[in-house]
Every structure is written in C-alpha cells, then in structure tokens.
C-alpha cells in the first residue's frame, strides 16, 4: 500500500463547476499537509500548505484535512480552464524529515 | 525575480554517458532537493542536502550523485550505472526554521532527460 493516495483520474468537469480532489494517507506521522498543481512541462507550484484539521481556504481553493480518518480534500470553486493542470497532494512525517506525494490527479476543465 | 533555475530543459544521454543536470536557487534556502517523476507514479525523492557540504540518500539514490559545494547550487550526475534513466527530474528547495524540516518545498521547472 503506497503512504498517499491519490485518483490519477483523469477529471473533466465543466467550466463553472466546483472540483473536489481527494488524497487518503496511511501513515498517522504525517502532520503537514500540501497540495501542489502541475502545469504540462512545468515544476509543481505550492497551493496550499495546512498542519492541523480543518478548512484552509485561499481565493477559490479550500484545503480540508481530516486527521482522524486520513483523508484530504482539495476543493475548487467556479473552475476555470486555466486550473487544468495535474494536482499533487503531498504529505509531510516528521519522523523521517521527508514529503511523501501522491501521485497526482489530472484535472480537465472544459470552457 | 527569486526562484530555481534548472537547466538544460532538455537533455540526450548516449549509452554509457554520464550527465550532470544543473540546479541554482536564489531563495538563500539551506535545503535543496532532487526528485524524479515518471508518468503514474509521483515524485520519488534522489537525495537531498539540509546544508552545504552535507547530502543524504533518498528513496531511489542508485545511479546517481550529488554536491553541495556552494549553498545556493545542487548539482544532479546520472551516471551510467543508471539503467533507466529517461524521466523528468526536478530540484527542489525550502527553508529551515529552528531545526525543521517541514517547510513547504519550491521547485525549479526541471529538467527531461531521454536514451540516444
């Protein structure tokens, strides 16, 4: 069993629809919780960055952690072609000083 | 503009050739970090180096290495010894805090490397 999983999807949903995107972890170390997005041929770029349980909302996202059942959510409202891209979910343990990452999720917004 | 460059974009290696994939931060971060991606598996961590002059193993060292001469550079060999190296590679930086280690990582726009 891999420590985080993702869908690898891929997700196509409409312009203007609300996108959830899903990660479930195995290992109860894990205290930091990222989400990156990853355009075609680009490095990942830092969305959003939680430790605790709970809604972390930036703009449009909204990162939700559920530490009890080790799962996490990314939340996107009114999607816009430019979030097309793949989204990785990343989890931090302290115990080995290392980020562990899904393997991502590609997401299709159509106009 | 503060960021990672990593060059070249693109890279040819030929049977039994060793190549050395280039990584610079100007985020006057401690740690840098090399990764490899393949289509359907995620991001599977080389080595990575917390400070200069110091590196560690990661998951999947094998056929490769690294130094950490200055802070702001991390170069990546693969060597030949590498047998499968096609794959996109992408460096990786943070800050410490304190002595911790769990600041979000930044990365560079990577480097393609493909088997003449």
């Known amino acids: 069993q891999k420590e985080v999983e993702q869908d690898p999807g891929p997700l196509s949903v409409p312009e203007g629809a609300i996108v959830s995107l899903n990660c479930t972890y195995s290992?109860?170390?894990?205290?930091?919780f990222m989400w990156y997005r990853q355009y075609s041929r680009k490095g990942p770029e830092l969305l959003m960055y939680?430790?605790?349980?709970g809604n972390k909302e930036d703009g449009r996202f909204t990162a939700q952690v559920d530490k009890s059942s080790k799962y996490i959510s990314l939340f996107i409202r009114d999607s816009q072609p430019s979030d097309s891209a793949t989204y990785l979910c990343?989890?931090?343990?302290?115990?080995?000083?290392?980020?562990?990452f899904g393997q991502g999720t590609t997401l299709q917004v159509k106009p | 503009d503060g960021g990672i460059t990593q060059s070249p974009k693109y890279l040819f290696r030929k049977e039994g050739q060793n190549v050395t994939l280039s990584c610079e931060q100007n985020l006057n971060h401690d740690a840098m970090y090399w990764y490899r991606q393949d289509p359907g598996q995620g991001l599977r961590l080389i080595y990575y180096?917390?400070?200069?002059?110091?590196?560690q193993k990661g998951d999947i060292a094998e056929g490769y290495s690294v130094s950490r001469e200055k802070k702001e550079s991390f170069p990546l060999t693969v060597t030949s010894a590498q047998k499968n190296p096609t794959a996109f590679y992408l460096c990786?930086?943070?800050?410490?805090?304190?002595?911790?280690?769990?600041?979000?990582?930044?990365f560079g726009d990577g480097t393609r490397l493909s088997i003449l």
């Open positions: 990786a930086s943070s800050m410490r805090v304190r002595g911790r280690s769990n600041q979000p990582q930044h």
């Open positions: 939680t430790y605790s349980s």
């Open positions: 180096s917390q400070i200069v002059n110091d590196f």
């Open positions: 290992n109860s170390a894990f205290q930091y």
């Open positions: 990343a989890d931090y343990s302290s115990n080995t000083g290392k980020l562990i």
